[in-house]
């Protein structure tokens, strides 16, 4: 990995950190502890009072996981300042400030790969685990920008398409499944189709 190139990206984005911060003491008039959720309690729905119909309980009252204050954005210009808080300070300490730690001589990281591990049967990744960096985000692009080959090399990234329902379809000896990953169909929009008995081209795109 480029340990330099993520090394940088870890002091712009404590500087981000940094600046969401001041932004979210400043819209709850009061310093508190961001990661501390007993204390964005208090300030969330005791301070600001924003409205928390719908939301999940905890033993120690309403929740303000991730999933829980997606549900108040629009709210208070608060909760997508927290939301984003959240996601870089994850990122920054999960990898900016880990990886980079974990090179050996050559700048090369090793993961573990476990095949008993995930109950899917699937293969895992641990110490670190190199499966869930995102992608969907920018941030998370530009983080796997920090994986590179040696000079003269280039990585190549691989997967297997559908490879449990392509067993499943060789051990049944199912014809249509087998014929239709034969014919590289999109095998969802064939299952649909069959269950709804209707032509393949009749089925609406996800």
Do not use: C, W
């Not at 508190?32 to 033993?59: C, H, M, W, Y």
């Amino acid at each position: 990995i480029d340990t330099a190139f993520l090394n940088k990206m870890g002091i712009q984005v404590g500087k981000d950190i940094i600046a969401l911060e001041n932004k979210i003491h400043k819209l709850a008039k009061t310093k508190f502890n961001i990661a501390s959720p007993l204390q964005l309690k208090e300030v969330l729905f005791d301070k600001l009072k924003i409205p928390t119909e719908g939301l999940a309980r905890t033993k120690t009252g309403i929740s303000t996981a991730a999933s829980e204050l997606i549900k108040l954005q629009g709210e208070h210009k608060i909760v997508d300042h927290i939301i984003k808080f959240r996601e870089l300070a994850k990122l920054k300490s999960t990898y900016l400030d880990a990886l980079p730690k974990l090179v050996d001589s050559n700048n090369r990281i090793h993961t573990s790969f476990n095949q008993t591990v995930a109950a899917t049967g699937r293969l895992s990744s641990s110490d670190p685990n190199l499966q869930n960096i995102p992608i969907r985000t920018e941030l998370g692009q530009q983080i796997r920008k920090g994986f590179i080959a040696p000079k003269g090399f280039k990585l190549l990234s691989a997967d297997y398409s559908h490879i449990e329902l392509r067993i499943i379809a060789s051990l049944a000896n199912d014809k249509r499944m087998i014929d239709s990953f034969k014919k590289d169909e999109d095998i969802h929009s064939r299952t649909a189709a069959e269950i709804n008995e209707v032509p393949l081209e009749k089925i609406t795109k996800p």
